[in-house]
Nanobody, 123 residues
Framework: VQLQASGGGLVQVGDSLRLSCAASVRIYSSTVMGWFRQAPGKEREFVARIRRGSGTSYYSDSVKGRFTISRDNAKNTLYLQMNSLKPEDTAVYFC?????????????????WGQGTEVTVSS
């Protein structure tokens, strides 16, 4: 497995979770690393992205202020700290890599995907 996502689970409203995505492939400073999510019956949607080299990040409006994306370059690992979780955050979360560095929210711009980790927020 080239991208291994983990950290999902069942939590209550207002709880926190930290997702991890360990990469066994080479990642370059220009690579954009992203998190997406897909709820049942819905399309995959962008959550957050970060450029490996600069650490510049960007968030969807739905998670801004609650989620934090980060990376540990030495460990080749991407993280998503999720706070103040809501029922609408329930989804399978995927990490992905965009080697072209397009800095896009479109899933089609990302060439490599992890297998997903499920997050369920119960009210």
């Amino acid at each position: 497995v080239q991208l291994q996502a983990s950290g999902g689970g069942l939590v209550q409203v207002g709880d926190s979770l930290r997702l991890s995505c360990a990469a066994s492939v080479r990642i370059y400073s220009s690579t954009v690393m992203g998190w997406f999510r897909q709820a049942p019956g819905k399309e995959r949607e962008f959550v957050a992205r970060i450029r490996r080299g600069s650490g510049t990040s960007y968030y969807s409006d739905s998670v801004k202020g609650r989620f934090t994306i980060s990376r540990d370059n030495a460990k080749n690992t991407l993280y998503l700290q999720m706070n103040s979780l809501k029922p609408e955050d329930t989804a399978v979360y995927f990490c992905a890599l965009d080697y072209q560095g397009a800095w896009s929210s479109r899933p089609s711009e990302y060439e490599m995907w992890g297998q997903g980790t499920e997050v369920t927020v119960s009210s």
